[in-house]
């Protein structure tokens, strides 16, 4: 911990650091070099002065360091040099100064974010330096709170979100933006909304791999993943409406797989929320979803049948460590087996569910995906999984299994390759691993 420095001292410093801000220039100058050295060491010590000193960090927001400090930030964005290695030491110094004076100090963060938000932190995270975003993505993270991501929110401001979903997406390693978008977007909804509904497919795709990542964090009993309610009902309505643009990858084209890998990436989420998140169940009763991701699922097995194409069953299993076949990666690898996957999950302990697809005629449509399909590895158990749902405690639903053995209209041998058999059990069918020894 720094010794608290005293008064006289940094005013002293501060004379230095108004008259660099004064006299430094864009177009540069004699002096340029021995002014940028300057303006890194008062940084500098600006910079581990403030490291657990709360006193140290007050006198120097009183004093005015943030204003000066923030003017001579502007002057390097553009500042002409004949040597960069001279400019990037007072950039990254003044930056880190700026978020050590921020840390656990609410009214210095707030200062900052007043004179910095938001086009200053933009210009800054948008800088050719990556450590230089780093400090800047470090800054932003630690003002950033409940109230100052509802700014965000706000048409005129929205752009700085986007800067930082585009940095998660160029610079995967860096760990600030990741942590900003995690902690901060995913809490808000009306931020989340915003944002989504002005993105590209790209960085749609980069923000809900970023809600997988966050609901991954916990196992499956986790209850505050802090992602609210409102989203997940905003996303599964995303799905419903755009969930057709995943049929187009049947003909081969590229130019709508941006649009396809957004629908694949909200199947992808809504099976992580469903899959038994207390919080997040009331989408087994979200209007439509099952009746869409049913109907859905035909269209996919029917294309698939109909020609040959992505979405048709294959045991081309070489394609997994070998390149050439373009069916193994494609977007659409596992994506019928989500689609089960999310069908057993609406269906898990929940009767109307369970009706429902009865009613849809999507129990013998999951019976014929039991077979094994490189194209979708473990659709197969998927498949088993959704069926023991539709079956538990639903005598309609066990009693059509049954009469589509007994027509021979499903075929079980696929179930049985994988170790299981339907068998009648006082009045009922259950799903059962079939003995080594029978």
Not at 82 to 98: V, W, Y
Not at 158 to 172: D, M, N, Y
Not at 281 to 304: I, N, R, S, Y
Not at 362 to 386: E, V
Request: glycine fraction near 6%; charged fraction near 20%; proline fraction near 3%.
């Amino acid at each position: 911990m720094p010794d608290a420095v005293d008064r006289d001292v940094f005013c002293s410093l501060l004379k230095v650091l108004s008259r660099l801000s004064d006299e430094l220039q864009p177009a540069g100058g004699d002096d340029q070099d021995l002014q940028l050295q300057m303006a890194a060491e008062c940084f500098r010590g600006q910079r581990n002065a403030c490291v657990q000193s709360s006193r140290n960090q007050g006198l120097l927001r009183e004093l005015g360091f943030i204003e000066v400090t923030l003017k001579i930030l502007d002057v390097l964005r553009t500042v002409n040099v004949a040597s960069r290695d001279g400019l990037l030491e007072p950039l990254r110094c003044g930056i880190q100064f700026l978020g050590n004076l921020a840390v656990g100090n609410q009214v210095c963060k707030d200062d900052i974010w007043r004179l910095t938000f938001p086009s200053l932190l933009l210009q800054l995270l948008s800088g050719d330096d990556d450590r230089a975003v780093g400090y800047a993505s470090m800054v932003l993270h630690t003002c950033l709170d409940e109230a100052k991501v509802e700014q965000l929110a706000e048409p005129q401001n929205i752009h700085l979100a986007f800067k930082v979903i585009e940095l998660c997406r160029t610079q995967p390693d860096l760990d600030w933006t990741v942590l900003i978008a995690t902690q901060h977007f995913l809490k808000s909804s009306a931020l989340l909304e915003s944002m989504y509904s002005e993105m590209s497919h790209l960085e749609r795709v980069t923000l809900l791999e970023l809600l997988s990542a966050q609901l991954g964090e916990g196992g499956e009993e986790e209850e505050e993943c802090g992602v609210p309610p409102s989203v997940a009902r905003f996303l599964a309505c995303c799905f419903q409406k755009g969930c057709g643009a995943v049929l187009t990858l049947a003909s081969g084209s590229a130019s709508s797989d941006e649009e396809a890998l957004t629908v694949i990436s909200l199947l992808d989420v809504l099976c992580e929320m469903t899959s038994d998140r207390r919080q997040f169940m009331f989408l087994q009763d979200h209007p439509e979803l099952l009746t869409t991701t049913v109907g859905l699922l035909e269209q996919v097995h029917a294309l698939g049948k109909a020609s040959k194409n992505v979405f048709s069953a294959a045991q081309n299993f070489s394609s997994f460590s070998h390149s050439g076949d373009a069916s193994s990666s494609s977007p659409s690898v596992s994506f019928k087996a989500h689609l089960i996957r999310l069908i057993g999950n609406l269906c898990h302990g929940n009767a109307n569910n369970q009706n429902k697809v009865r009613e849809l005629e999507g129990i013998p449509l999951i019976l014929d995906n039991c077979s094994i399909d490189s194209n979708n590895p473990f659709i197969s158990q998927w498949a088993i999984f959704a069926i023991r749902n539709l079956l538990e405690r639903n005598k309609e639903n066990q009693e059509l299994v049954a009469a589509l053995e007994r027509r021979g209209t499903a075929d079980y041998s696929a179930l049985r390759e994988l170790g299981f058999q339907v068998e009648a059990r006082d009045g009922s069918l259950l799903l059962k691993p079939v003995k080594k020894d029978s």
